[in-house]
């Protein structure tokens, strides 16, 4: 059982051995079956299943953890700012892409996977409205989509994440 197995991990409590976020998420994805050196999108995944796991069973507080866990490593994706310029550059493939979801978009605008690509695009260039606009028709027309409902919540962690560093 992923729960029992868990408890080894801080999950942000105090103990006499509390381990950092970085071993709290390779001890998550042990435990999900993710190797420490998987891609970077692997180990988001397998965070993000943990955290619908944990909403799934009413764990919250674990959740609330595990959500930090996932928005921490997601900022290794990010580089500080230069995948946010690479999107918005239309002479970068992320940039490319964009524009040709926010096509696909125009062409299917109740299509799920379009909204959610444009709408995450739209969160690495700092586009935080227009970004909820589009993953809002996403879990509407896809309410068990996880990757919009997690993406649509997003902005609200980080903020909060921001909130609690300062």
Known sequence: DVDDDFGAMSLGTSSKHESTEEEDTRA???QRGVAANAPLSRILQAIDEELKYLKETGQSAKADYVQTLYILKSKQAT???KVAQAASNEETPLGQAYLKYMDAVSLSQNNAVYNVHAGRLLLLQGKVNEALERLEVA???KPTMTIARFYLDWPL???LL???QV
Do not use: E, K, W
């Open 28 to 30: 998550l994805c042990q």
């Open 139 to 141: 879990v509407g027309v």
């Open 79 to 81: 580089q500080d700012g």
């Open 157 to 159: 962690q980080v903020s």
């Open 162 to 164: 921001v909130l609690v």
